[in-house]
């Protein structure tokens, strides 16, 4: 028997197709996301996946908490962007209510916002390195410049993920004198990082090959199948909410919206690295341009919308996060939708992993870039 | 104003579906529109490919529950021209939801639709993998609907459809509590009896 299988296996052998789990618990998942994969030999021919393991019926307890009270659960959706699922409700609720923000929260705004994306991206990008075979490394490099945004945000609000940081009418705390000299050696500090990223993988020669050409999504296929964020833009869509559709105060920046060529693993990737330094353009405006003034407006305890529905969205580091709120005139939402774009970016999945071998239906996977807390809810 | 700012006016959209599509508008409003159900997939065939639409991006899918009977609401966008339509389709049917998929016209539409089926229960016809998508196939019941009680709601003896309450429920121990109302077995007199001998043996 052992001399046998020193000789090798046998090429002409024919497998039948079978089954294999991964997940839930699984390195390459990023969650509790599982999935079945029918294999043939190395090759995938179907793919079925199975959410809901982190499902904790967010929509059906908003609709029996004030709106305020539904800001904390954002948080919990999308942990890695807790910023961005706060100002998209918190935005939906001012227009709903019709609530002023003054000038200064907005900014404030932005900027975390605009962290958060950095710390985000950071996290999709490294995780996507790790699933391409550099395990662990660049992930820890790239957590060096996140940890400095999570202290940033503990100062300000006191919680390095579960932010809980906007509020109807602003946001919720003033930073404190110590965060602007921390957050300008940050932003001066960021640039030079992302090119040492830059040097170090966009040219890799193994990550090239392992993303290069791997799970390309066309431009029509992208956009049909309700691709957002960097997903969609890097198969050459220049779609970004902050341009297509400025909340805050994003049209008084300079900036640009990365977009890719082949809409492959590589393009997503670099797609991320560049709005990371478009990130940084509009953080050193938003400082030079932070006027003084209230961080907040007072509102109403017990908020009563009029009878009405709002879709409110922003761009988060995964695309267009939306809020549909309905209301009945009551102080809780009488519908309450979150647009999770984990969740549909993952449209598509099982169409690009059909034909692809599993390590690159990881890498595809891995370059979408998926929050499990978002997709469950 | 609640209407997002590249919002398109409803009465415009549904004047052209009118003249497109002549019956299928039941409704207007400024900043939707309201369409037949079993035509909802018409009315998308003709936004996606109407030039003057180009309601290219099926944004968002959702659905709300009106006690009478379900809205399905359709967030479309057009990402060349950029502005958004909201199209609604009403479904009468409260007993048995079932409308056209928006599937053959939309990919994106193929979670989002699954979503919708898993906790309001609305079926849509065409879909090509209608399966329950958070919870388990035999769950007997969809949480979003509004006569499903969630916790904070349940009170004394409530109970939600197809889900069972167990003896303990009414003890003050919180931890046993906790668990109220949402346990799912199988038939009610069988569950009754099973948690009756499970506390025996306790």
């Known amino acids: ?377 | 104003m609640p209407a997002g700012p590249n919002q398109l006016l409803g009465h415009r959209v549904a004047d052209a579906i009118e003249a497109a599509l002549r019956g299928a508008v039941t409704g207007r409003h400024v900043e939707w529109v309201e369409v037949r159900s079993d035509r909802v997939r018409d009315v998308l065939h003709f936004l996606h490919d109407s030039e003057a639409f180009d309601a290219a991006q099926l944004s968002n899918l959702t659905s709300v529950d009106r006690h009478t009977h379900f809205e399905v609401v359709y967030h479309l966008q057009s990402l060349d021209l950029n502005h958004q339509i909201v199209v609604k389709a009403i479904v009468e049917d409260h007993e048995n939801p079932l409308l056209p998929s928006a599937y053959p016209v939309y990919k994106g539409a193929l979670l989002q639709e699954r979503e919708v089926y898993d906790l309001m229960g609305i079926r849509f016809e065409g879909h090509p993998d209608l399966r329950r998508l958070f919870l388990w196939e035999g769950y007997p019941a969809y949480p979003l609907r509004k006569d499903f009680l969630s916790l904070g709601q349940i009170t004394g003896k409530d109970v939600n459809p197809g889900l069972v309450r167990f003896p303990f429920e009414d003890t003050e121990d919180p931890d046993r509590m906790l668990n109220a109302g949402n346990i799912v077995t199988g038939e009610r007199e069988a569950a009754a009896g099973n948690a009756g001998q499970a506390q025996a043996g306790h």
């Open chain 1, 1 to 377: 028997m052992p001399a046998r299988r020193r000789q090798g296996t046998n090429v002409n052998s024919t497998v039948e197709p079978y089954v294999l789990n991964i997940g839930p618990q699984h390195p390459s998942t990023h969650g509790v996301f599982r999935v079945r994969v029918v294999m043939d030999g190395e090759v995938i021919r179907d793919l079925d996946m199975i959410v809901g393991y982190l499902h904790r019926s967010m929509e059906k307890l908003a609709e029996e908490r004030t709106y305020t009270q539904n800001i904390p659960f954002t948080d919990r959706a999308d942990y890695l962007a807790a910023m961005s699922g706060n100002l998209g409700l918190a935005l939906g609720i001012e227009r709903l209510a019709g609530v002023e923000v003054p000038e200064r929260a907005s900014y404030l705004r932005v900027i975390f916002a605009e962290l958060q994306r950095i710390a985000s991206h950071a996290m999709a990008n490294g995780t996507l390195v790790s699933d391409a075979g550099a395990w662990q490394t660049p992930l820890l490099y790239m957590f060096r410049e996140r940890e400095k945004i999570l202290d940033l945000f503990e100062m300000t609000c006191g919680a390095r993920l579960t932010t809980n940081y906007m509020r109807a009418g602003g946001v919720s705390f003033e930073p404190p004198p110590e965060f602007w000299p921390a957050l300008k050696e940050l932003v001066a500090e960021l640039p030079g990082r992302i090119d040492e990223y830059m040097e170090l993988l966009a040219d890799n020669e193994i990550f090239l090959g392992r993303t290069r050409g791997i799970g390309v999504i066309t431009p029509e296929d992208a956009i049909n199948g309700s691709l957002v964020g960097p997903a969609l833009r890097g198969s050459g869509v220049p779609w970004d909410l902050r341009k297509a559709e400025p909340y805050c105060v994003y049209d008084r920046f300079d900036f640009d919206v990365p977009v890719g060529i082949r809409g492959d693993v590589y393009d997503r990737f670099m797609c991320r690295m560049m709005e990371t330094r478009e990130s940084v353009r509009i953080l050193q405006q938003a400082i030079a341009q932070i006027p003084a003034g209230p961080h907040k407006n007072d509102i109403p305890l017990a908020l009563r919308p009029p009878v009405g529905e709002v879709y409110s969205r922003v761009e988060g580091p995964r695309g267009e996060v939306g809020f549909y709120l309905v209301s009945d005139g009551g102080p809780a939402p009488y519908r309450f939708h979150l647009r999770a774009p984990s969740l549909i970016n993952l449209s598509l999945l099982r169409e690009l992993a059909r034909g692809a071998s599993l390590p690159d239906a990881v890498v595809t996977l891995g370059s979408i870039d998926i929050v499990v807390g978002e997709i469950d809810r």
